[in-house]
């Protein structure tokens, strides 16, 4: 079984700044994604950025980039530039490559306070 | 293009009543999923359902709990005889095709909270 690790609970940076959220995984395969998810207040889950386990190269989605270690199965997410509107629960998910199915594991979530 | 849409959005019940939560996938998905949300909790898988089938409810609690998607309407998640325990976030997600493929994404609702008074 896979399990996902978050292990800030809470977090908090002064806007404009960068903070970098923690997240580490189980898994015995080598084959594998992995996401974060913002949800804001409204309760939205929404994509943040993925990363496939076959590529070395780390994903980047405008101010949103990740440092994926896959020996230390570790996979954290920098916001750069925060902003008020980052302000939310982040959550670090893994699912298995042809799963099958889109059964996500996710970790309990870090939450993210920007201060202005 | 709307997205997922859950309803209702807040639902109340007593305990022992019967919940039922309803999704509607965004416009070409026929693949569902649903996921609850527990207090200070992640997201935790609770099945996969396409077109009339249920595909995978391996995290289905074995008893109150079912899942549909009818050939026409809405996904309906629906809990009899409901406890305090059961009080959570639900959140439905859809997809175009039910793996997690390269170029595949999996969208979700804004999610139901249920309360069990």
């Known amino acids: 079984a896979q399990t996902v690790t978050q292990s800030q609970p809470e977090m908090s940076v002064q806007e404009a700044e960068t903070v970098t959220l923690s997240c580490t995984y189980d898994t015995s395969e080598s084959n594998y994604y992995l996401f974060w998810y913002k949800q804001p207040p409204s309760r939205q889950m929404i994509l943040v950025i993925r990363?496939?386990?076959?590529?070395?190269q780390n994903a980047t989605e405008n101010r949103f980039s990740v440092n994926f270690q896959k020996a230390a199965k570790s996979f954290s997410l920098k916001i750069s530039d925060s902003q008020l509107g980052d302000t939310a629960m982040y959550f670090c998910a893994f699912i298995l490559r042809g799963a099958g199915s889109y059964q996500l594991t996710f970790g309990k979530g870090t939450k993210l306070s920007v201060i202005p | 293009n709307a997205g997922v849409m859950q309803n209702p959005r807040h639902l109340v019940r007593r305990r022992g009543q019967e919940a039922r939560l309803r999704c509607s996938p965004m416009k070409g998905h026929s693949h569902v999923y649903w996921y609850r949300q527990l207090p200070e909790e992640g997201l935790k898988f609770m099945v996969y359902?396409?077109?009339?089938?249920?595909?995978?409810e391996s995290g289905m609690p074995k008893e109150r709990f079912s899942a549909e998607f009818p050939k026409e309407g809405p996904s309906i998640l629906r809990i009899q005889q409901v406890v305090r325990g059961d009080s959570a976030a639900y959140f439905c997600a859809s997809s175009r095709t039910g793996t997690g493929a390269t170029n595949e994404k999996l969208f979700f609702g804004s999610g139901t909270q249920l309360s069990v008074l």
């Open positions: 990363q496939e386990a076959y590529k070395q």
């Open positions: 359902l396409q077109k009339e089938n249920i595909i995978d």
